[in-house]
Antibody, heavy 121, light 112 residues
């Protein structure tokens, strides 16, 4: 049974860096049949895909154009987890952040518990 | 980006009655396999989303058979044959064909 356990601060100051971690159990971040993604849900309920990392003989990374240049998603094979860093945050980055496992055809079959991150001074 | 348009946004339903949610994609979601890369999720209050239907019409493991998905071109429908109290929450369609993965706006199903 796959479990994704998120951790990280719930309050970040404007212009600082948002950092979250997603610990994976029941699967490997190096799995050749999954990708590991970050999404966020705005206060109004809309979902936005932020980016992903996956291993297919080498590591690949993709991110949404809207956050490109500010986002880093890193796998940590020693801890079997992935991380999210989002730089230069503003109040518009306030959201619930989710890590998620995607299988073939973009099917999200496992979600983390979600982390509410508020950007405020 | 592929735009997903969902309706209605609010859906009050009497228990035991049917319910239907529509989702339209701005372009084809067809895979070479003939499946549509369209999935449905339910987010119950205070929880993470859970997979209901994948590839347009396949129920995920453990999903009751009162839930069904259908497709016609770029139009997709989620139907609940008889709504139960535990079905309340936000329903989202999502396309998994290409990044950025995109979602419908969500439909808030509530019990009358």
């Amino acid at each position: 049974q796959v479990r994704l356990q998120q951790s990280g601060p719930g309050l970040v100051q404007p212009s600082q860096t948002l950092s979250l971690t997603c610990a994976i159990s029941g699967d490997s971040v190096s799995s050749s049949s999954a990708s590991w993604n970050w999404f966020r849900q705005s206060p109004s309920g809309g979902f936005q895909w932020l980016g992903k990392t996956y291993y297919r003989s080498k590591w690949f990374h993709e991110s949404a154009i809207s956050v490109k240049g500010r986002i880093t998603i890193n796998p940590d094979t020693s801890q079997n987890q992935l991380s999210l860093q989002l730089n230069s945050v503003t109040p518009e980055d306030t959201a619930v952040y989710y890590c998620a496992r995607l299988r073939g055809s973009g099917i999200i079959d496992n979600w983390g518990q979600g982390t509410l991150v508020t950007v405020s001074s | 980006d592929i735009m997903m348009t969902q309706s209605p946004l609010s859906l009050p339903v009497t228990p035991g009655e049917p319910a239907s949610i529509s989702c339209r994609a701005s372009q084809s979601l067809l895979l070479s396999s003939g499946d549509n890369c369209l999935h449905w999720y339910l987010q119950k209050p205070g929880q993470s989303p859970q997979l209901l239907i994948y590839l347009g019409s396949n129920r995920a493991s453990g999903v009751p058979d009162r839930f069904s998905g259908s497709e016609s071109g770029t139009d997709f429908t989620l139907k609940i044959s008889r709504v139960e109290a535990e079905d309340v929450g936000l329903y989202y369609c999502m396309q998994g064909l290409q990044t950025p993965y995109t979602f419908g706006q969500g439909t808030n199903l509530e019990i009358k």
